[in-house]
Nanobody, 111 residues
Framework: QVQLVESGGGLVQPGGSLRLSCAAS????????MGWYRQAPGKQREFVAR???????LYEDSVKGRFTISRDNAKNAVYLQMNSLKPEDTAVYYC?????WGKGTLVTVSS
C-alpha cells in the first residue's frame, strides 16, 4: 500500500529556511503527481505546491518565489525547499498523491 512519510519540519526564525522531504513507497513513484499541502491552526488544509511526473510545477500564490518543489524519482522522494519563511507559513505540512496523505510535519516560524 502507498505510504508517504514527511520529515524536515521544525522551529525556524522569520526569514529562515527549511527543506521538507517526503519519502514514498508502495507506488510507481515516477508516474504520479506529488503535492504539498498545509494546515494552519484553526484553518482548513490548503494547497501549497505540486509537481507532475514530467517535473512541471504549480504553486499557491503566497509561496511563489519563496518555495520550490522538486522530486527525485530514483529516491522516490519529493521535497519542498522553503525560503524567506514568514510566521503565516506556520502549519502542519502534508505530502499528497491521489487520495493518499502522509501524517504531516510541523513547521513553526517564530522569533
Amino acid at each position: 500500500q502507498v505510504q508517504l512519510v514527511e520529515s524536515g519540519g521544525g522551529l525556524v526564525q522569520p526569514g529562515g529556511s527549511l527543506r521538507l522531504s517526503c519519502a514514498a513507497s508502495g507506488m510507481i513513484f515516477r508516474l504520479y503527481v506529488m503535492g504539498w499541502y498545509r494546515q494552519a491552526p484553526g484553518k482548513q488544509r490548503e494547497f501549497v505546491a505540486r509537481i507532475s511526473s514530467e517535473g512541471n510545477t504549480l504553486y499557491e500564490d503566497s509561496v511563489k518565489g519563496r518555495f520550490t518543489i522538486s522530486r527525485d524519482n530514483a529516491k522516490n522522494a519529493v521535497y519542498l525547499q522553503m525560503n524567506s519563511l514568514k510566521p503565516e507559513d506556520t502549519a502542519v505540512y502534508y505530502c499528497n498523491t491521489e487520495n493518499k496523505w502522509g501524517k504531516g510535519t510541523l513547521v513553526t516560524v517564530s522569533s
